[in-house]
């Protein structure tokens, strides 16, 4: 079930494609809390190469900025994606981050993005979460703003390197349940580009609206699907990383 806790809300603001720089958002009500950045990251596959190698450039610059923690680079298994690469940045605060992107310095390193989401809610982990208690009902959340936006859903999950080929194979086959929900839109699986990382694998799905995800989760015929599925897959019984999503919502903005 959906819970919303204010301590764990993290935030990557949206940056226009035309403009490196960061503007501070009203939409912020703690500043100064802990954030996690996710960027979508448009190029195209011949420069993916040259993207991870700015990407390297970029974040050894950003390392040395007050109130960085960490950044992680996945690349989409998919080919054909529009957004072959997503970035995870940890940041101490909202407001470092700003500042750490406001820097003209920077400007070049970071003008290949193309951000696509505005921001992200948290959920604490829960020992011993079952598969059941991932499928229970989905409530509305009244404090969601724009219910009626494209929506995107995104899960970071634990799991250790030799379970990722078999995950990945199981998530191929079972994502085209979710891709039949209507307002489904896309779903993608993105692994981490190093290796060692604690997030090794973030699931990510597009939706018309936030409404379109609430009524497919809700939908019984589709949950008694998804569990006769991971019934059905072992590896996913091992991997209980896939039970624990830490991450449940992003808001998208035009």
């Known amino acids: 079930m959906i819970k919303n806790l204010s301590q764990l809300l993290l935030i990557a603001f949206l940056i226009t494609s035309g403009s490196a720089l960061a503007a501070t958002s009203p939409e912020i009500k703690q500043p100064d809390a ?78 290949f993005y193309r951000p696509a989401v505005a921001y992200v809610n948290f959920t604490a982990r829960q020992e011993g979460q079952t598969s059941e208690a991932l499928l229970d009902r989905v409530k509305k959340d009244p404090a969601f703003s724009h219910p009626g936006a494209p929506f995107v859903f995104i899960n970071l999950m634990e799991m250790t390197p030799k379970d990722a080929t078999t995950f990945i194979a199981d998530w191929k086959i079972r994502s085209q349940l979710t891709r ?43 949950s008694r699907q998804l569990q006769n599925n991971l019934n059905q897959t072992s590896s996913i019984k091992l991997i209980r990383g896939f039970f624990r999503p830490v991450a449940y919502q992003i808001q998208t903005y035009d």
Do not use: C
């Open 34 to 111: 802990p954030i996690t950045a996710i960027t979508s990251i448009n190029v195209s596959p011949g420069d993916i190469d040259s993207a991870v190698k700015a990407w390297d450039s970029r974040t050894a610059s950003l390392t040395k900025a007050p109130g960085f923690i960490s950044a992680t680079l996945y690349q989409s298994v998919l080919p054909d994606h529009p957004w072959p690469l997503i970035e995870v940045a940890q940041w101490q605060s909202y407001t470092t981050w700003t500042k750490a992107h406001d820097n003209a310095d920077r400007n070049l390193l970071t003008g």
């Open 180 to 222: 039949q929900q209507a307002g489904s839109m896309n779903a993608t699986l993105y692994r981490a580009v190093l290796p060692d990382e604690r997030y090794s694998i973030i699931n990510v799905s597009q939706w018309q609206s936030y409404n379109a995800f609430v009524d497919a989760q809700n939908d019984p015929t589709y």
